[in-house]
């Protein structure tokens, strides 16, 4: 309980740091907003005006609570160049983001356990070695050059999707997932790739601890000792990794969405770093802070809950 | 009841010198056989291969393995299965790495329960704590839910002797099972497998470098060297008069090191 | 119980494959500092869209620009900003890593929050962000990376300073009044070479895919500034069903060049930048 408590604490702290460290950074972005706002009407009253009307005149520390409360009560400021609030612009494309990197991670689960699992069965054989080979092949291909590829053989030559006409959730719920399999499959396969070989490496090694000579001793079949002793065993360093490739998913995600036309977070993220829009940008990176850390306490939690040595430490 | 008739093991990856050369060994209900000699001499080769713990491709094996009427070494793995933790329990030299370091020390013993009857968790769990009682391990409750690495050295060994003995096996192979405690622990060791052996009637195949170890559980000995049984007798009487020259140099070696103990 | 066959004999494939791709690529590179089959932005109405094959190796794209002399200099530009990348993350890094690691105590523990709390979040993105902040072009994008190596870097030397520090070696250099200048980068830098290598070899990895994805997103190289092959990726996705050997070339280019690096490095050992937190718990309870 008291580990759980101050974990907690370090996490608000850690929030905390977190937003004041964005906060600063868009504070310094060269360019002003507001003469790119006005154009070519700036005059010095009207951008003094605007800039008051922004707040952009206050005290630094006043600016930063204001939104920072503001960010709390779910209130994001006002986007720049699309003059609504960014709340309104990033609701329905939240959800879209979200579900490609649900989908992906999810493709990435199902891709690397059975076939991770399987080469370590098998590791060693012929079988092994061609994957093995096949695979860090995968891992060094781009996503967004394989999700290229997949818009032109799935896309326009066998017409499985049409690339940049995305299907909207409300519209039609099937289409909406259908669309999104190729921009998930896109980030997964390379990401999958890596957790293939770190699964396959770390079952390898502890399938030659000596407790897998005890538990075969007992009458385990080489499947009940993989699967009872060696899984759990292996999946310590796995579990770290896993929240590292959730991570960088959310990342990819940003870059696939503009290969497949998908009205997204990312694609909202990219016009709004070419436009200068600081609240979008600034909102959309407090998001992604926010979910990076708790992803990454979520893999420090169920590390230790898997690792009792931890644990009791 | 485990009949070893000419068995012999080559090994043909790295270097294809036989580890074992047709060696014969023959154990009745409740006997106690010690298995002596230094590393290299194939001791522990005997003993995983009647376990059935040598893995295939690495190894060739020939001969005979008669336990219970049966040749274990013509049984498929599924059928080997049945009698490894059942009739066949194994107890290894290491008891910090040979426990699983993820699993509570109270299911490991119950797994061996587990994969040989189909009972309920709370039968399992009566039985796991009865034969943790009986190889002395303390509080049972509390230990039951532990981990390998809240327990002492000795406890852990305790811990594995509980899970190969839950089943009441008719063969405990013990591959220098006290090598690696203390020589407090190791005495407490040794008098739970004479327990073992007395109340229960277990037989005990006790694979040791150390005769002096041996002597203390084993009525019998028979010693290996390079891969052959050299002497193969009473423990008392290849001690008192030893006939073969590296079964001298042993017992040498054994008062030796008993000196500068004392 | 098993015996692993003859592992450590049998020949370091991944070393091998890994020095041979890159070699090529290198080589292709160094050449098209001199000479190109064509001039990379000689454009020619007459030969647009050509397939591959004949005097164009790899076909021509929509301005009639020929493509293998473009994926020439454009892997010219990737690999060199990845090397400067590198080679500020590097020495940065190591310097950093060299310091806390060997001397340890409150800074060291401090600088490893501020590593840690970086590295969990994906490069991509921070370089997206400061991006924002500096602006696009290929000195901003040699910089940000750069900035960005140096807690993978140092993260990785500092481990490694610490286990050396421990050494009869480094304790004998000590009593012998050796300054720790000299001990930490004349005794102890070159026993954690193959370590730093491997590191490097991942970084140019890391460096390729992250100038790859951000001229590809189209705020790495600008089009006026050189050819990227990011960048001609980017422009080559509307021409796919006209002629898609251009964004054939160009992904391809990029992915070998990532798996060259990407074999080296697994060919010299362990891949460091991996979990180094886990291995380091890991450590202290076996």
């Known amino acids: 309980m008291r580990y759980i408590l101050k974990k907690i604490g370090i996490f608000v702290l850690t929030i905390f740091a977190i937003s004041i460290l964005v906060f600063l950074a868009f504070q310094i972005i060269p360019g002003d907003p507001t003469t790119r706002m006005l154009g070519t009407q700036a005059t010095p009253e009207k951008i003094a005006a605007l800039r008051a009307q922004l707040g952009l005149d206050r005290p630094v520390l006043v600016r930063y609570f204001d939104w920072l409360g503001n960010f709390l009560r779910g209130n994001y400021g006002e986007s720049y160049s699309y003059n609504m609030p960014v709340h309104e612009l990033l609701s329905g494309k939240l959800r879209i983001t979200a579900s490609l990197t649900l989908l992906s991670f999810l493709m990435v689960l199902l891709i690397s356990f059975p076939l991770g699992i399987l080469l370590a069965r098998f590791a060693h054989s012929w079988f092994d070695r061609v994957m093995m080979v096949l695979n860090q092949i995968v891992m060094s291909i781009p996503s967004f050059f394989t999700g290229i590829l997949f818009t032109y053989v799935f896309g326009l030559i066998l017409k499985f999707f049409t690339p940049t006409n995305f299907v909207e959730y409300a519209d039609d719920h099937a289409g909406f997932w259908a669309y999104l399999v190729f921009p998930a499959l896109s980030i997964a396969l390379p990401k999958a790739a890596m957790v293939i070989k770190l699964l396959r490496g770390s079952m390898v090694r502890e399938l030659s601890e000596d407790y897998v000579r005890t538990a075969y001793s007992r009458g385990n079949s080489r499947w009940q000792v993989l699967k009872g002793h060696v899984m759990r065993n292996a999946m310590v360093p796995v579990v770290t990794f896993l929240a590292v490739t959730l991570v960088d998913i959310i990342a990819g995600s940003i870059i696939i969405e503009q290969v497949f036309n998908i009205p997204g977070m990312g694609r909202l993220l990219m016009t709004s770093i070419n436009g200068r829009d600081l609240p979008v940008v600034q909102t959309i990176i407090m998001i992604i802070a926010l979910v990076v850390i708790t992803v990454n306490y979520i893999a420090d939690i169920s590390y230790k809950y898997i690792d009792p040595r931890i644990r009791f430490r | 009841m485990l ?82 933790g059942k009739d066949i329990g194994v107890i290894f030299q290491e008891p910090m790495t040979s426990l699983d370091p993820l699993m509570r020390i109270g299911h490991q013993i119950e797994e061996t329960v587990r994969l040989h009857f189909k009972l309920k968790p709370e039968e399992r769990r009566s039985m796991a704590l009865e034969v943790m009682r009986l190889v002395g391990l303390p509080e049972p409750d509390l230990t039951y839910k532990k981990y390998p690495h809240q327990l002492s050295g000795g406890q852990r060994q305790r811990a594995m002797i509980a899970a190969a003995f839950i089943n009441h096996p008719k063969l405990l192979i013990l591959d220098e099972p006290t090598t690696a405690l203390d020589v407090t622990v190791q005495a407490q060791i040794l008098d739970v497998f004479r327990r073992l052996n007395e109340k229960c009637g277990v037989s005990l195949l006790f694979i040791s470098h150390d005769l002096r170890v041996v002597r203390r559980v084993c009525k019998k000995v028979a010693v290996m060297y390079n891969g052959e049984i050299v002497e193969y007798g009473d423990t008392e009487d290849i001690f008192t008069n030893p006939q073969h020259e590296y079964t001298k140099q042993l017992i040498a070696a054994v008062s030796a090191g008993r000196r500068t103990h004392v | 119980m098993k015996k692993l066959k003859n592992s450590h004999r049998a020949p370091n494939y991944n070393l091998i494959w890994g020095c041979v791709i890159t070699s090529i690529m290198v080589l292709m590179i160094v050449v098209s500092f001199f000479w190109t089959p064509f001039n990379p932005d000689a454009m020619s109405y007459a030969e647009k869209d050509l397939a591959p094959g004949g005097a164009h190796l790899l076909g021509t794209d929509n301005f009639g620009r020929d493509i293998f002399s473009r994926v020439m200099e454009g892997a010219g530009t990737t690999l060199s900003i990845a090397f400067c990348a590198v080679a500020i993350g590097a020495s940065f890094g190591t310097v950093i890593g060299g310091l806390t690691g060997y001397f340890g105590g409150a800074w060291d523990e401090f600088i490893m929050r501020i590593n840690d709390a970086v590295t969990a979040f994906p490069s991509i993105l921070l370089a997206l962000v400061i991006v924002t902040i500096t602006g696009s072009g290929r000195t901003n994008i040699i910089f940000i990376l750069g900035i960005l190596f140096i807690p993978s870097f140092a993260r990785v030397v500092r481990g490694e300073f610490a286990k050396q520090r421990q050494m009869d070696y480094v304790k004998n250099a000590k009593l012998m009044g050796v300054k720790p200048g000299r001990i930490m980068f004349v005794h102890i830098l070159p026993n954690i070479a193959p370590v730093l290598l491997s590191a490097v070899a991942i970084g140019f990895n890391n460096a390729v895919l992250a100038e790859a994805s951000m001229s590809y997103l189209g705020v790495g190289v600008s089009q006026t500034e050189a050819v990227s092959l990011g960048r001609m990726l980017l422009d080559s996705q509307a021409y796919w069903m006209t002629s898609p050997w251009q964004a054939l070339s160009a992904g391809c280019a990029i992915s070998i060049l990532i798996l060259g690096f990407a074999l080296i490095s697994e060919g010299l050992g362990t891949r460091p930048m991996w979990r180094p937190t886990t291995k380091r718990r890991r450590k202290q309870h076996a």
């Open chain 2, 3 to 84: 009949d070893v008739k000419n068995l012999t093991v080559t090994f043909n990856d790295d270097h294809p010198a036989e580890a074992v050369r047709g060696i014969n060994l023959h154990m009745e209900d409740g006997e106690t056989l010690g298995l002596v000699g230094e590393s290299g001499s194939g001791k522990t080769v005997t003993a995983m291969t009647i376990a059935g713990l040598l893995a295939n491709d690495s190894a060739e094996i020939n001969g005979e393995v008669i336990f219970d009427g049966r040749d274990l070494l013509h049984c498929s793995c599924s059928e080997m299965r049945l009698v490894q």
